[in-house]
């Protein structure tokens, strides 16, 4: 096993509090190995999908399973694109757990490689984002309030950022930079300024979307309903 194996092997650490005493609940590990599309959850994911807290070993036919009907074939088409491309990958949609009820999650994978260095599969988090932050328990928030205040504006740039990526609200996007800041243990702050600092580092990835959002912004206007 390489270290980012280990590493990612292990259940999230470090959630923020503000995700409320059930955290662990809110974010988990998986590791997927191409070859044999070959799933392992940690005990987080396990919970989210209403499993006994303990690390499993799904088969694709349940980690498909789960998957709200609507977005099933999304999914298992981002999957097999992976497997053929050998990529990593990452996806926002719904699941439905063993009691029937739907989350809305972000699986978020980086690349994961064997001891001969060599591309086996993708590794990485689920994140839990069915509940606003607004419902979580606020008064654990308080330390991290100063300095969302002083750093409103990068913090705002970024949430804008991961809103567009992910389709996801407000709220949600503050929740995956909370999460991935005490997951990493980073300042929130620091966090949010490097993530806006090398978002030009993706700037050739996107000349489709920005032409879209050219348009978009050229004619908003047209579609206002004015009194």
Same mark, same amino acid.
């Given at each position: 096993m390489?270290?980012?194996?280990?590493?990612?092997?292990?259940e999230t650490r470090g959630l923020d509090?503000?995700?409320?005493?059930?955290s662990a609940q809110r974010a988990g590990t998986f590791r997927f190995w191409f070859a044999e599309q070959r799933w392992e959850w940690s005990e987080g %994911? *396990?919970?989210?999908?209403?499993y006994p807290a303990e690390p499993?070993?799904?088969?694709?036919? %349940? %980690?498909?399973?789960? /998957?709200?009907?609507?977005?099933?074939?999304?999914v298992a088409g981002v999957l097999a694109k992976s497997v053929a491309h050998g990529a990593p990958f990452c996806s926002r949609h719904r699941i439905v757990d063993?009691?029937?009820?739907?989350?809305? %999650?972000?699986?978020? *994978?980086?690349s994961m490689t064997g001891d001969?260095?060599?591309?086996?599969?993708?590794?990485?988090y689920y994140v839990d984002l069915t509940t606003t932050l607004a419902e979580e328990r606020q008064e654990t928030l308080q330390d991290t309030l100063p300095e969302l205040f002083a750093a409103r504006a990068v913090i705002?740039? *970024? /949430?804008?950022?991961?809103?567009l990526v992910y389709g996801i609200s407000s709220e949600q996007a503050f929740r995956v930079l909370i999460w991935r800041s005490q997951e990493t243990n980073t300042k929130l702050r620091a966090l949010a300024q490097r993530l806006v600092a090398e978002l030009s580092a993706i700037e050739h990835a996107i000349p489709a979307l920005r032409t879209e959002f050219d348009h978009i912004l050229l004619t908003v206007h047209e579609r206002i309903d004015r009194v």
């Open positions: 390489t270290q980012h194996e280990s590493d990612t092997a292990g509090p503000a995700l409320g005493p059930d %994911v *396990a919970r989210m999908h209403g499993m070993e799904p088969s694709l036919d %349940v %980690v498909l399973g789960h /998957k709200h009907p609507e977005d099933r074939a999304q063993t009691t029937g009820q739907t989350r809305h %999650v972000i699986v978020v *994978a980086d001969d260095g060599q591309l086996v599969g993708s590794a990485g705002e740039q *970024a /949430k804008g950022a991961l809103m």
